[in-house]
C-alpha cells in the first residue's frame, strides 16, 4: 500500500540518509569520512525512491561477490536475485543457498549467517512463504539456521539412531544417513556405536 501523503517508510529514511550522507562523503577529502566513502549502498529502489526491501533481504541470505553480468530478473534461472545495482551495474553473483557455503576468502558476503538460506537461488522469500508442509511448520516463514524447527533435535532420537518416541520423532538414522521431518541440528556423519564392553 502506498503511504498518504508525505508519510514514507523507516526504510525509506534510512535509505535516504544513507544516500545523502554517501554524497556528502565524497565531497570530502577528511580521513574521517572515508568509512562512508567506501560504503556499498547498493540498493535498488522503487518509484517512491524506497529501498526494494527484499533486495535488503537477498543480501542478508548472502552471495558469491563475483558479479555477473545478467538482464534485472529478481529470482532468474542463473540464482542471482536483485543482481543489478541502483546505477544498472551488476553488483553480486548467485545466492548462497544456507551458511555451509559461506568462505572466509572474500568470494561470499553475508548479512548474518543465521538467516543465510532464506532467500537462496531459487529466488523463494522463504520468509513470506505461507505454505506449511508438516506439523513442524516447514513452508511457513523461515526458521533459523537452516529452516531447523527444533533446536538440538538430535535429542530426539536414541543414541543408535532410533526415534525416542514414533510419536514425537524429528530426526532418526536410516542405516546410511540421518533423514527424519526437521534438519538435521548437526554436521552429517556416520553413526557410529558401540557396544559396552
Avoid at 50 to 72: C, F, S, Y
Avoid at 101 to 106: M, P, V
Wanted: charged letters at 25%; aromatic letters at 10%.
Amino acid at each position: 500500500m502506498d503511504p498518504p501523503g508525505d508519510a514514507r517508510s523507516d526504510a525509506w529514511f534510512i535509505h535516504q540518509l544513507a544516500l545523502r550522507l554517501k554524497a556528502k562523503a565524497q565531497q570530502s577529502n577528511d580521513p574521517i569520512d572515508e568509512p562512508l566513502r567506501a560504503l556499498d549502498w547498493w540498493y535498488p529502489e522503487d518509484e517512491l525512491g524506497d529501498t526494494k526491501m527484499e533486495a535488503v533481504l537477498a543480501e542478508i541470505n548472502g552471495w558469491h561477490t563475483q558479479p555477473v553480468a545478467r538482464d534485472v530478473d529478481p529470482g532468474g534461472s542463473d540464482g542471482i536475485v536483485f543482481g543489478i545495482d541502483r546505477d544498472g551495474n551488476p553488483h553480486h553473483g548467485p545466492q548462497v543457498n544456507g551458511f555451509a557455503e559461506l568462505k572466509a576468502d572474500g568470494s561470499t558476503a553475508c548479512g548474518a549467517w543465521i538467516y543465510s538460506g532464506v532467500f537462496r537461488r531459487d529466488g523463494v522469500n522463504k520468509a513470506n512463504s505461507r505454505k506449511s508442509r508438516d506439523y513442524l511448520g516447514h513452508g511457513w516463514g523461515f526458521s533459523w539456521p537452516s529452516d531447523r524447527r527444533i533446536i538440538y533435535n538430535r535429542a530426539s532420537a536414541r543414541p543408535d539412531g532410533h526415534p525416542w518416541s514414533e510419536r514425537k520423532k524429528l530426526i532418526w538414522w536410516d542405516s546410511e544417513k540421518w533423514t527424519g521431518i526437521d534438519v538435521a541440528g548437526f554436521v552429517q556423519g556416520n553413526l557410529r556405536i558401540t557396544s559396552p564392553k
